[in-house]
């Protein structure tokens, strides 16, 4: 995915406010913006962060070249003049990025509130960067998270994630790469495959049996093209003649030396057309080929097959994971949380208050520390400023109902995010790119959390707070904001 120019890609108000910062000499005040999100997805229990390597493939070659700057300079405003100086734009030409960016690991198990990625810098440059740091965040956290409920719901058989032709896109090749780090065994998407250095897996479709006199003759040709790998498609007319037709083929395959690999059911009542199709398999004494089902499936449909008793040995999910079918956003978000003005060396809070007490910000410039019991699982995660004192009894706040208090002090803990970049460089230690430690990383951090927070519907919520003092100083501060007076 290297070589595309990516400066451009952003809501053109980023630009606006980027030339308003120039003209009003701001371009040495530094800020600190906070991602988070604000709510599970799915109705779930936690998130899988992921997007960090397509955020680092940007920003290592951020820059706008000749022909970005020549396209802005024919951005009209409403009244027909150019909507940007041409002073502003030949900044803009000659700027290197000079900011500072701390994030969790993909793979991350994180939740609703807390900070999963920190960029401070020259306020101008951190603007730039919101709408590509969300677009890239957003969307493969959200299928990463997809994809591991999906795995959990079958129980440890494997998942090949084929959505690409379903997929938004060429956002489907990220998809892809996803749903391997939540979990997904291996993906369809060769291209994916290729770049990222994640399996591929596949089988035929229903046009290579149609292009064939008989079903079997198409059967007995695929496992002579493939005798290695020979996986049969079983429904394109009738799955219990299907399946007798594999069995044929299947048979030919052992008196050559040869195996079939599985069968796989891609329509019909999957749970019955499974267990009638084990019993035709080991009536015919071939108890090692494997069942695969597909067809629109997710996590509720996976659960109900296997609640029925079906015996399924691998799966296929394909549109409603690369699509995040029932929940298209995530709803991240990238706020401004503290200004540390030209010359001085002090970070001023800062906060967007709302009638809405789930869009009120945090203050600060924020990391995160999760804490663990004695027995592995987590405890809790405290949201800290950097530059402050942690208060000594390591209470957290829910950032939702100040009367909802855990006390943390003398548990294990780590902190979540770590250094990024670096005036605008990759740190050496922070490698994004491998896609199979991050999939290691979020199966790691979901055996951490409890049962209660893992189940599918109507999960515990795990508790996610500020840090006494970040807590008061938000209070205090939404006070001044809103005029509050002082008690007396």
Not at 11 to 29: E, I, N, R, V
Not at 171 to 184: D, E, H, L, M, P
């Amino acid at each position: 995915m290297t070589g595309t120019d990516w400066a451009l890609y952003t809501d053109l108000y980023q630009l606006t406010m980027a030339q308003g910062y120039w003209s009003a000499g701001k371009l040495d005040d530094r800020a600190a913006f906070t991602m988070s999100f604000r709510d599970y997805p799915f109705r779930g229990g936690y998130a899988i962060a992921c997007g960090m390597e397509q955020v680092a493939e940007i920003l290592a070659d951020y820059s706008f070249s000749a022909d970005d700057i020549a396209y802005l300079t024919e951005v009209r405003s409403s009244d027909g003049t150019p909507m940007f100086d041409p002073e502003f734009l030949s900044f803009l030409g000659s700027m290197s990025l000079c900011i500072d960016v701390d994030a969790v690991p993909e793979g991350t198990v994180v939740f609703p509130h807390e900070p999963i990625m920190v960029v401070r810098g020259p306020i101008m440059q951190c603007q730039l960067l919101e709408t590509v740091l969300l677009n890239c965040v957003n969307f493969q956290t959200l299928i990463a998270t997809k994809a591991a409920r999906v795995c959990r719901a079958t129980g440890g058989a494997p998942v090949a994630e084929f959505g690409l032709r379903r997929a938004q896109g060429m956002g489907g090749v990220w998809a892809s790469r996803a749903a391997y780090i939540g979990g997904c065994a291996s993906t369809s998407n060769v291209l994916a495959g290729k770049i990222f250095n994640i399996p591929v897996s596949g089988t035929h479709s229903h046009s290579w049996v149609m292009s064939f006199p008989s079903e079997l003759e198409a059967f007995r040709a695929y496992a002579h093209a493939f005798p290695s790998n020979c996986t049969l498609l079983v429904d394109t007319y009738d799955v219990e003649t299907g399946v007798r037709n594999a069995i044929v083929v299947g048979q030919e395959m052992r008196a050559r030396g040869e195996a079939l690999a599985a069968i796989r059911i891609d329509s019909g009542d999957l749970a019955w057309l499974a267990s009638k199709a084990r019993a035709m398999l080991d009536e015919a004494g071939l108890t090692e080929v494997g069942i695969v089902l597909s067809n629109d499936l997710d996590e509720c449909t996976v659960e109900s097959i296997l609640d029925q008793g079906a015996p399924v040995d691998a799966w296929g999910v394909g549109t409603k994971l690369a699509t995040a079918y029932d929940q298209p956003t995530l709803g991240g978000v990238y706020k401004l949380s503290a200004i540390r003005p030209a010359g001085s060396d002090i970070w001023e809070d800062k906060l967007k208050i709302s009638e809405s007490a789930s869009k009120l910000t945090l203050p600060g410039v924020l990391n995160v520390r999760r804490y663990f019991n004695d027995d592995g699982h987590v405890a809790g995660d405290m949201i800290y400023d950097i530059n402050s004192d942690v208060d000594a009894g390591e209470v957290i706040v829910d950032p939702l109902d100040a009367l909802r208090q855990k006390q943390l002090a003398g548990k294990r803990f780590e902190v979540l995010l770590a250094p990024f970049l670096r005036q605008g460089r990759m740190v050496a230690d922070y490698d994004p790119s491998d896609a199979r430690a991050a999939r290691h990383r979020a199966c790691a951090g979901l055996e951490t959390l409890d049962e209660s927070q893992l189940r599918m519907l109507n999960p515990h919520t795990y508790p996610v707070g500020l840090e006494r003092g970040l807590h008061e100083r938000r209070q205090n501060l939404v006070a001044q904001l809103r005029h509050v007076p002082e008690r007396p």
